[in-house]
């Protein structure tokens, strides 16, 4: 599978995005990471689909894309940013994936009239993110960052031990070679983001509102790909997001959490193309 990589400007935001084979490939599938992720995250299931065409843009403000300027660093900016990236592209009605944090911003902006063939949901947040366990931490962490200087800011937002930390906790796999790969994976691109600003801004939108706020407004056909033992995004709510699509159907996959991902991408892909080729072909 051939990757390009292009730039483009989208709500003033140099938005940088990887592209993997081309239209004669096969499908299109845009895909949309997780809050303080980047296109690496996805990388391990979007290798495992050579015969699709897949988009996979860092998120404004992540990675190697800048922040916005045009818009807020909120689930109705990012929604705005989604639709604007796309039709530059030419890729307006395509399939969306989104992974936990871009779960919502996919949701939101197709339930708010952004045109797409099907809908793919990996660890979707379906329940209020403000009750998920630790999240008194997560906030006192992050409302640190918003009162020291930029610089300070940016060391305290990177520090190893909290990455570290953050990924022991996430990673249920018993396979050191694997742990150590998501580890290093965390401590590469974690803390690779444009501001203080917008990362903070980026927090405050994931804990805003869920997946389920706008289930019963997707008419399209949706695939929920959940982890059994996933605690941002508990196996409970997983069902209860499933009866409130109108059209959705869900694969849990076993003894994996929320690193989906990086866990288990063959079963990941596997779920991605049947759902494609049953449903959307």
Same mark, same amino acid.
């Given at each position: 599978?051939?990757?390009?990589?292009?730039?483009?400007?989208?709500?003033?935001?140099?938005?940088?995005?990887?592209?993997?084979?081309?239209?004669?490939?096969?499908?299109?599938?845009?895909?949309?990471?997780?809050?303080?992720?980047?296109?690496?995250?996805?990388?391990?299931?979007?290798?495992?689909?050579?015969?699709?065409?897949?988009?996979?843009?860092?998120?404004?403000?992540?990675?190697?894309?800048?922040?916005?300027?045009?818009?807020?660093?909120?689930?109705?900016?990012?929604?705005?940013?989604?639709?604007?990236?796309?039709?530059?592209?030419?890729?307006?009605?395509?399939?969306?994936?989104?992974?936990?944090?871009?779960?919502?911003?996919?949701?939101?902006?197709?339930?708010?009239?952004?045109?797409?063939?099907?809908?793919?949901?990996?660890?979707?947040?379906?329940?209020?993110?403000?009750? #998920?366990? $630790?999240?008194? !931490?997560?906030?006192?962490?992050?409302?640190? @960052?918003?009162?020291?200087?930029?610089? %300070? *800011?940016? =060391?305290?937002?990177?520090?190893?031990?909290?990455?570290?930390?953050?990924?022991?906790?996430?990673?249920?796999?018993?396979?050191?070679?694997?742990?150590?790969?998501?580890?290093?994976?965390?401590?590469?691109?974690?803390? #690779?983001? $444009?501001?203080? !600003?917008?990362?903070?801004?980026?927090?405050? @939108?994931?804990?805003?509102?869920?997946? %389920? *706020?706008? =289930?019963?407004?997707?008419?399209?056909?949706?695939?929920?790909?959940?982890?059994?033992?996933?605690?941002?995004?508990?196996?409970?709510?997983?069902?209860?997001?499933?009866?409130?699509?109108?059209?959705?159907?869900?694969? #849990?996959?076993?003894?994996?959490?929320?690193?989906?991902?990086?866990?288990?991408?063959?079963?990941?892909?596997?779920?991605?193309?049947?759902?494609?080729?049953?449903?959307?072909?």
């Amino acid at each position: 599978m051939g990757t390009l990589t292009h730039d483009v400007d989208v709500l003033g935001s140099r938005t940088r995005y990887w592209e993997y084979g081309t239209p004669d490939t096969g499908p299109t599938i845009v895909v949309v990471h997780g809050y303080r992720g980047d296109h690496h995250g996805l990388e391990p299931v979007v290798k495992l689909l050579p015969d699709f065409h897949i988009v996979s843009p860092d998120l404004p403000g992540f990675g190697e894309s800048t922040p916005m300027t045009e818009a807020a660093h909120s689930i109705e900016g990012y929604g705005r940013w989604l639709a604007g990236f796309l039709e530059h592209l030419g890729l307006t009605g395509e399939v969306l994936l989104g992974h936990s944090f871009g779960s919502i911003v996919v949701a939101h902006a197709v339930a708010g009239g952004l045109p797409a063939r099907g809908v793919i949901l990996v660890n979707p947040i379906a329940d209020d993110p403000r009750k #998920v366990a $630790g999240i008194g !931490a997560t906030r006192f962490f992050y409302a640190v @960052a918003r009162r020291l200087p930029e610089r %300070a *800011a940016r =060391a305290w937002l990177g520090n190893p031990l909290v990455v570290q930390g953050m990924s022991s906790t996430l990673a249920k796999t018993r396979d050191r070679e694997l742990r150590r790969f998501i580890h290093g994976q965390h401590h590469a691109y974690f803390s #690779v983001f $444009g501001s203080r !600003a917008s990362i903070v801004e980026g927090f405050d @939108a994931s804990l805003s509102t869920t997946v %389920a *706020a706008v =289930a019963a407004d997707i008419a399209q056909p949706v695939l929920l790909v959940a982890g059994e033992r996933d605690e941002v995004a508990p196996l409970p709510g997983q069902f209860r997001l499933l009866d409130t699509f109108p059209d959705a159907r869900l694969d #849990v996959i076993p003894g994996v959490g929320h690193l989906v991902h990086y866990e288990t991408p063959d079963a990941a892909a596997h779920a991605i193309r049947v759902f494609v080729g049953e449903r959307l072909t």
